[in-house]
């Protein structure tokens, strides 16, 4: 008999691993709280386009899904002008992405992880997981109890089921302060010319005086069936409501010309991760992915990539069990070779994240002001690219170096973020191969420790 996979929430990683295992056989079934047209958000998606072939999908073009190139960025601090802002140039096509649909990609996946042989059931609310003596075996839903021998976890990043697991295994559960973002996101008329505006794509660190907080506005022309219009992107650590996004993007309006007044699509504001991935991914009967798992790029928030590949690593890992036990002993294949693989990369970007944290508004636009920063390291912004973009040598590093040794502050809340990405390197050297509940455990405390200690206080 096949072996029952459930999988919990319709997450894009959670689905491509469950269309891979029902094309190999096993019983997979989503179960889904929304309706199958409502699963998504309004609003478009940067994504690697080699993802599709990671997993055998159609392409957008073969699915009949417009698409089109991701524009270049332009970064600004708090109050940079023309002269330092920081233009992000990627090579085309193998280093940039596509924008698509996120509700017509969602269509694409489901449509191709139907044709696979997984089943879908919709308007089922999960309220929490099965458990019988730490193993989970079953998720508690609003239709009664739906048991299974592997529960895959694609609840998202405040997943019900996560954050209700036993004591016992460890994982962390409600993500502390920092770790979630609020993200309002509309896409407005342009009432200028597209190819007037220099720099389409512009992304602003601190705009305003609030925590931690960022926008953007992309100017894109020719798609979804509008002749041009302009992306509003708001992201804060704390809750706001839709009106009170309305108005900062009012403060935008006054300052861009690009940026219109009437709303054409979206408009909510919605919880994401943007965050390290979780340190312990596995327990007997349960594996937690993509966005519960909070695989997302901690910058640009984005796991809709990530969670293609790493699907597979899971598929893998639960196929190469041959006796179907599904513990987090024979699980965690799945969690080493994430971490090698992807881990390793996405891991130390957090620690941009949390850098910006903690400087001013003054020390951020030094930072842009004295070229500290450049092209390169903004280029972590990008699905396709990593840590590693920061260790490159360019002539200008010396005076860059300079620069950041005369501003003391900036220079003390820089190295600590460093010692600490770097900690995470070390650390990683010592993840165990073989899993001992202990031992992963005791990595785990370590894993989130370098981060949490550095979140803002609340």
Known sequence: MA????IAGAGHAAM???ATLAKNGYDVTVYERRKRDKIGYPWFDCVNPEIFGMVGAPTPEEAGIEWAWRNDITFYGPNTDDDHKIFQHLKFPEETEIIIDRYKLYDLMIDYAENCGVKFEYGVNIKGPVVKKNR??????SKGKKMGDLIIDGCGANSVLRNNLPDYWGIQKDPPRGDIIYLYRAYFDCPVDPDSV??????IFLPSDTDFNFCWTDVVKDFDGYDKFTDVLIADIDPMTPSEAERRAEDY????PELGRT?????QVTPLTIREPLSNLVADGYVAIGDSAHMSMAV????LSVGFEVSQILAEAIMADKKGEYTAKTLWP???NFWKKKGINMAPIAFVKLLIFKLTHEQLDYAFDKGILTWREMSITADQHSIFQFLHWDWALPKRGVALVRNPALLKTAAGALIDALGIFALGARLPKKYNRRKVIRWAKRYDWLFQHRLPKA
């Open 136 to 141: 989970i075996i079953g998720i508690q839903t």
């Open 198 to 203: 220099e720099d389409k794509y512009k992304c």
């Open 3 to 6: 072996k029952k996979i459930i």
């Open 300 to 303: 640009n928030g984005s796991g």
């Open 16 to 18: 491509m691993c469950g």
């Open 263 to 267: 709303r054409l699509k979206g408009g």
């Open 334 to 336: 799945y969690a080493y």
């Open 253 to 256: 309006q006054k300052k861009t």
